[in-house]
Nanobody, 124 residues
């Protein structure tokens, strides 16, 4: 069973930057797409960003394009989410997820392992 552990969440002010990390215990990490999703209280989980197996292909939700950057370091079995120009928002939990294949998608059901999440709160 793959374990994904997110870190880096916290409380920041609008306009500031935060970097999330997600480390994997998976043996096949280097061959799988990874993704970030988020969920605010009362909302459905939504896709944020995805990255293919070698980092050469990335996709983003329209709401974060130009502000967030997903990356990965296969030597460390870790993915990152650089979040710049954060906008005011309620406390949101960010989850990383392991894709079922090498190419990322925005579809949650195409991911088969999830971390416990890390909380991000952006204040005014």
């Amino acid at each position: 069973q793959v374990q994904l552990v997110e870190s880096g969440g916290g409380l920041v002010q609008a306009g500031e930057t935060l970097r999330l990390s997600c480390s994997s215990s998976g043996r096949t990490f280097n061959y799988e797409a990874m993704g970030w999703f988020r969920q605010a209280p009362g909302n459905e989980r939504e896709f944020v960003a995805g990255i293919n197996w070698n980092g050469g292909y990335t996709i983003y939700a329209d709401s974060v394009k130009g502000r967030f950057t997903i990356s990965r370091d296969n030597t460390k079995k870790t993915i990152y989410l650089q979040m710049d120009s954060l906008k005011y928002d309620r406390t949101t939990v960010y989850y990383c997820a392991k894709g079922k294949s090498a190419k990322p998608t925005q579809l949650g059901w195409q991911y088969d392992a999830w971390g416990q999440g890390t909380q991000v709160t952006v204040s005014t």
